[in-house]
């Protein structure tokens, strides 16, 4: 199976570290944009709600991630590899307080990868 999205152990650390802070119970939204920007978005499981317009992209640290429905389709055909940068992310994300932020890169899948993930989506029906 392809990983969807991944984390860098600097992005480990960090969820590491917001896990000792607010509990074990996390979740990852990628924003698709707006007021809360493109980033992934660390959130207590009662900050946002997770429906049907959203798709479970894996875990990165123990912490489920999620993207759009909408947002996916612009993405499917990429690995995210989550990140940290020093700085105020300038976003809801838990994250906000630590002088770091949480940044998504990306790359493209090969031929093969791309197969199994669109198998997988039809497979899902997305």
């Known amino acids: 199976m392809v990983d969807r999205v991944l984390a860098t152990p600097a992005a480990l650390e960090?969820?590491?570290e917001l896990k000792?802070?607010?509990g074990p119970e996390l979740m990852?939204?990628?924003s698709g944009g707006c007021c809360d920007n493109s980033a992934a978005n660390c959130y207590l499981p009662t900050d946002l709600t997770i429906g049907a317009g959203d798709v479970h992209l894996g875990e990165i640290g123990g912490v489920p991630f999620y993207i759009?429905?909408?947002q996916y389709q612009y993405w499917k055909h990429t690995q995210?590899?989550?990140d940290v940068i020093e700085g105020q992310g300038g976003t809801f994300s838990l994250e906000g307080s630590t002088g770091k932020?949480?940044?998504t890169r990306s790359r493209l899948f090969?031929?093969?990868e791309l197969a199994e993930v669109e198998a997988e989506d039809l497979a899902q029906g997305r």
């Open 110 to 112: 090969d031929a093969a």
């Open 68 to 70: 759009g429905k909408a």
């Open 20 to 22: 000792a802070e607010y």
């Open 28 to 30: 990852f939204h990628q």
């Open 101 to 103: 932020a949480f940044h």
């Open 14 to 16: 960090l969820i590491a």
């Open 80 to 82: 995210l590899i989550i």
